[in-house]
């Protein structure tokens, strides 16, 4: 069970957030309703939200996920690969002190974002990406096995990170997409399948038994109300506008 989630508020600064999308501006209004909307679904969850300030400083911040790694016995400090955001870390490490004793860092040459690494219990996998480096996924590689976790390294084809294309949800069952339907590595799951033209659903989150899905993806949602899962729905128009999904805007902790 999930305990705690960390969230970050959005500054002004968001609408001028990094992007690959062709899909507009962020409207500033509109994102922060959106956000405040995903907080109350986590609560509805029954964890506990800590909501940290705004930082105009870094546009992207909102983005929590990429800072860090959070498992049950330590978390990592990244090193995002988009160079405007590293300073994103500091905060993050001061405010995981207050949870964990053991703290980890991806260093040096090594590029890590936290959107490439999804966790299916004990097992991690880590994500090639064009944020992601060899170096920082080996990294991060040799700090779970420390610990006792094991993990694989996914070189991407075609997604942004990771979790664009994929999440798991529990009991073997995975949500995916593109290039990851019939992967080598995910050949032993249950597999919840999205259509290329919902693929910005695999995008989900699974918190103590719901799954909250971006809103306006009737497909995917009927095939998790098929495989009994109560769903959340949100209206995420303004996130996807800066490469942003669910995933993205929270750490997730079971402390």
Do not use: W
């Amino acid at each position: 069970m999930f305990t705690h989630v960390i969230v970050k508020k959005l500054g002004k600064s968001f609408v001028n957030g990094l992007t690959t999308a062709n899909l507009g501006k962020p409207d500033y209004d509109k994102a922060v309703k959106q956000h405040a909307a995903y907080v109350n679904a986590l609560k509805t969850c029954g964890v506990e939200v800590v909501e940290l300030e705004a930082d105009e400083c870094y546009p992207d911040s909102t983005f929590v996920e990429d800072t860090a790694i959070v498992t049950e016995k330590c978390a990592i400090i990244t090193n995002p690969g988009a160079e405007s955001r590293n300073g994103e870390i500091k905060n993050m490490e001061g405010v995981l002190e207050t949870f964990y004793e053991e703290l980890e860092h991806i260093q040096g040459s090594g590029t890590l974002d936290g959107g490439d690494v999804l966790q299916v219990n004990d097992h991690f996998y880590i994500g090639l990406s064009d944020r992601t480096n060899k170096d920082g996924a080996l990294q991060l590689k040799n700090i779970l096995e420390k610990y006792g976790y094991k993990a694989d390294i996914v070189p991407l084809k075609a997604f942004f990170h990771l979790k664009t294309g994929i999440a798991y949800l529990d009991n073997q069952n995975l949500v995916v997409a593109g290039e990851f339907v019939d992967h080598e590595l995910f050949k032993g799951f249950e597999k919840i399948v999205v259509d290329d033209d919902e693929e910005y659903a695999a995008n989900c989150i699974y918190v103590n038994g719901n799954v909250i899905i971006p809103k306006g993806f009737e497909k995917a949602k009927e095939k998790m109300i098929a495989k009994g899962y109560p769903v959340i729905e949100l209206e995420m128009s303004e996130f996807q506008k800066v490469d942003g999904g669910l995933s993205c805007l929270s750490l997730r902790m079971k402390r």
